[in-house]
C-alpha cells in the first residue's frame, strides 16, 4: 500500500476534515496515512514534524491539545529516534481530524539515553497499551487499532447523545468520543514518543458494545468499565468500538437510535457483545443523564421487565446482528456489591442475569455470564479488595473494570476462537476465582480526567 507523503499533500489530506482546500478524486481515493515525527531535531523522510509549540488547531489538523506540558528532547543521531516528546509525571494528549472509521495506529516509544514508561489510551480513556517499558537507548513499536465515529446517520439524520456527551447549549462534544477527531493519550512515569503513524484500514474485525454505565468508556476516574479495558488484551485487526452510554436500556437505545448507528458501522464478520439490565431494572424516576423536561429520562418508559420484554427484546437484538452478517454476543449484567461490606449483592440484579442466558437461547448465540464470573472475582479478592474493585454498589472503579475486562477476554477465549486468536501473548489465563493483579499490584497510573459539570436544568449525574 503507498504511503501518502504528508509534507507535499498535508493541505489536502486535511481538506476533507478543516475546509482548507477541495481534494481531487485522485487524492480522495488513496488511502489515509499520516506519519508524524515527534521532536525538534531531524525529520525522517516521509514524515511531518510535531514539536512541543503545536497546539491542535481545527486549520492544522493535529496538534497537542490543551492542558499537557509537553517539552521535545532532541538526542542527534536518528532521525525518527533520536529526538522526542514526553511530559514527565504527566500526561498529554495528540488529536488528529479524521472521518469516523478504524484506524491502525502504531507508536514508536523510547529514548537514545534514558528509560521510558509509557502508557496510551485512545479517545475517552480507552486503555491501548499497559506500561510499556524501555531501557536506554531500546525502543519498542507497537500497534494497535482505534475506533472512531461521529453522530451522524443517514442525511438529515443523527443519534441523540445526552448531557454527559454533548452540551445541549452550545451543541459541542464534550467527551473525545464525538469530536471528529482521533485522540491519542501519553501518560505513565516517562513517556517518551518519538512517532505516531495512523493508517486508515479498511479490513478491522469489530467488536462493537452496547450498554449502560457499566459498559461505557466512562470520561473522569475513579470510573473504568470493562468495556473501556478491553482494547488492551487485543492485537490487530481487532478494534473495539464502544457505544455502551450511561443511563442506557434496551428500549432508549432504540429510540435515541444509538442502535442505527452499531447496524450501520457493522459490518458482516463484526461482533455485538451486548449488555443490559441495571437500568432496565428501573420502573420510575428519572434518568440524570436527560433535562428533566425530557421524557427520555423517565425509566416508566423504558422500563423492562427481565422474564418478558427485557429477555425477548436482547434475544431480538441478537436475531437482528446474525440476519446483517454479525455474531452477536450476549453478556450477563455484572453483579452489584454493598461496598461497604465488600460483599457481593446478589438479590441486586434479580432475575436479569438468568433472563440474559435464556436470551442467548433462544437467538441461539454466545453468552458470556459475566453475572456469575464478577461474583467469584469479588469473592475471591474478600471485603477488603473488593471494595477497590467498585465506586459505589453498580459501577467499577479502573481497577474492577480491569478485572472485569479479563473475565470478558476468557469468555471470548472459551466460546469465540476465531477472535481468540488475537488476544495479547502477554494475556495469559485469568481465573475468576484467584484474580490478578490484586489491588496493591495494579500499576496502571490514575488518569486525572475532571467530570463535567451537568448545566442548569439537569439532575446530579451519577
Known amino acids: 500500500m503507498k504511503a501518502i507523503k504528508i509534507r507535499c499533500v498535508i493541505v489536502t489530506v486535511f481538506a476533507t476534515f478543516a475546509g482548507i482546500a477541495a481534494q481531487t478524486a485522485e487524492e480522495t481515493a488513496k488511502p489515509l496515512l ?93 486503555l491501548m497499551l499497559e506500561r510499556v517499558a524501555t531501557s536506554k537507548g531500546r525502543f519498542e513499536t507497537r500497534t494497535f487499532i482505534v475506533n472512531t465515529r461521529n453522530r451522524t446517520l443517514s442525511p438529515g439524520n443523527e443519534i441523540k447523545l445526552d448531557v454527559r456527551e454533548w452540551d445541549p447549549v452550545t451543541r459541542l462534544p464534550v467527551t473525545a468520543t464525538w469530536d471528529d477527531k482521533l485522540t491519542l493519550q501519553f501518560g505513565d512515569a516517562r513517556p517518551c514518543v518519538c512517532a505516531v503513524e495512523i493508517e486508515a484500514v479498511s479490513d478491522a474485525v469489530v467488536l462493537l458494545l452496547i450498554g449502560d454505565s457499566t459498559v461505557t468508556d466512562q470520561p473522569s476516574e475513579p470510573y473504568g468499565t470493562w468495556g473501556q479495558m478491553l482494547a488492551r488484551w ?91 452478517g454479525g455474531i452477536p454476543v450476549i453478556v450477563s449484567p455484572m453483579t452489584k456489591m454493598n461496598r461497604a461490606t465488600g460483599e457481593v449483592n446478589t438479590a441486586g440484579m434479580g432475575d436479569y442475569p438468568k433472563a440474559a442466558k435464556e436470551a442467548a437461547e433462544l437467538a441461539g448465540c454466545v453468552f458470556i455470564d459475566l453475572n456469575a464470573m464478577s461474583v467469584e472475582v469479588v469473592k475471591a479478592l474478600g471485603a477488603s479488595a473488593a471494595s477497590d474493585a467498585y465506586t459505589d454498589g453498580l459501577h467499577t472503579s479502573v481497577y474492577g473494570g480491569y478485572l472485569l475486562s479479563r473475565c470478558i477476554v476468557e469468555g471470548i477465549r472459551r466460546a469465540l476462537p476465531d477472535i481468540a486468536q488475537y488476544i495479547t501473548p502477554d494475556a495469559g489465563l485469568f481465573s475468576p476465582s484467584s484474580p490478578k493483579p490484586l489491588p496493591e499490584d495494579f500499576k496502571l497510573p490514575p488518569d486525572p480526567r475532571v467530570p463535567v459539570p451537568a448545566p442548569p436544568g439537569f439532575p446530579q449525574r451519577r
Open 34 to 126: 499520516l506519519k508524524f515525527d515527534f521532536g525538534s531535531g531531524k525529520v525522517a523522510a516521509g514524515y511531518t514534524q510535531v514539536t512541543a509549540e503545536m497546539p491542535y488547531t481545527a486549520e492544522r489538523g493535529y496538534g497537542f491539545e490543551a492542558g499537557g506540558a509537553v517539552q521535545a528532547i532532541d538526542r542527534g543521531g536518528d532521525p525518527l529516534k533520536g529526538d522526542y516528546i514526553t511530559c514527565s509525571g504527566a500526561l498529554f494528549k495528540f488529536s488528529v481530524a479524521v472521518p469516523e472509521g478504524n484506524y491502525k495506529v502504531t507508536v514508536t516509544l523510547g529514548d537514545a539515553s534514558g528509560e521510558s514508561l509509557t502508557t496510551v489510551k485512545a479517545e475517552t480513556g480507552r
Open 234 to 324: 487485543f492485537t490487530p485487526p481487532v478494534a473495539v468500538a464502544n457505544h455502551a452510554e450511561s443511563g442506557q436500556t434496551l428500549k432508549a437505545f432504540r429510540f435515541q437510535r444509538r442502535w442505527d448507528k452499531v447496524m450501520q458501522q457493522m459490518k458482516p464478520g463484526d461482533y455485538v457483545f451486548m449488555q443490559f439490565g441495571h437500568n432496565d431494572l428501573n420502573k420510575g424516576g428519572h434518568d440524570a443523564m436527560w433535562a428533566l423536561d425530557d421524557r427520555a429520562g423517565d425509566w416508566v418508559n423504558t422500563h423492562s421487565d427481565a422474564n418478558t420484554d427485557y429477555k425477548w427484546l436482547l434475544a431480538a437484538y441478537a436475531v437482528e446482528v446474525s440476519r446483517r
